[in-house]
């Protein structure tokens, strides 16, 4: 490798990695503070990182909690993707995404309740996924469109699991997109009645119910009691 080119991969190494170095410092902040009060300011001195050093990376707190959020729903739909791939039919594999998300959300608990319950980041988002979108920076406007690219491929991948299942007979005749949002809404209800409930979680316990509730709302009735006709 040319002197120019090593210095040339250096170089993005070292961006790269003082990226990831003030999304775990942000990510922190907005954790410790909630969103509304975490400031730039505060991801600077989390990241120990100048000022003028954290706006050469992101030119404001919007922008880096939607590259947060960008991460958060990439490391989902990763897991998505490995049930998709999984040699098995679409009822156990619909059973172990939905399993697989609540581990997933229940593990990052803290960052869930920003994305679902915090008011002033839900307004946020609301204006951005609105018709005021056009108000933002396009760098703000880039990181919403990769959000709603990320979250397109999730819910893809519910709605292939539900057609597919439907194909096989396992599941009853439905409106996809019904069946998309039921499923969606199920799964972020739990969490957010979490907000309110102080008992001790038993999230294998819990996403089994969850499970069941879910695929008995959905299964083939005359196929599970091996009618024919």
Do not use: C
């Amino acid at each position: 490798m040319r002197k120019k080119d090593l210095r040339s991969a250096r170089e993005r190494q070292r961006r790269e990695e003082n990226r990831e170095t003030i999304l775990h410092a942000a990510e922190a902040v907005i954790l410790r503070k909630g969103f509304s009060a975490a400031s730039m300011d505060d991801v600077a001195a989390e990241a120990q990182f100048s000022k003028a050093t954290l706006y050469r990376y992101f030119r404001s707190k919007t922008e880096l909690v939607f590259e947060i959020m960008a991460h958060f729903l990439e490391d989902l739909n990763g897991r998505l993707r490995d049930v998709l791939n999984r040699p098995a039919s679409a009822r156990e594999r619909l059973g172990e995404w939905i399993a697989s998300s609540l581990r997933f959300l229940f593990e990052n608990e803290n960052l869930t309740r920003v994305f679902l319950l915090d008011r002033s980041f839900m307004r946020l988002l609301q204006i951005f996924v609105g018709k005021q979108s056009r108000s933002g920076t396009e760098e703000e406007r880039r990181f919403l469109q990769k959000i709603k690219t990320k979250r397109k491929e999730m819910l893809e991948g519910s709605r292939f699991l539900l057609r597919d299942g439907m194909a096989s007979g396992e599941f009853r005749p439905m409106d996809l997109d019904a069946g998309v949002t039921f499923i969606e809404a199920v799964i972020e209800g739990y969490f957010v009645e979490r907000f309110w409930d102080d008992r001790r979680v038993h999230i294998e316990e819990d996403a089994g119910h969850i499970q069941d509730f879910i695929l008995h709302a959905i299964e083939n009735i005359k196929v599970s009691r091996g009618e024919t006709s």
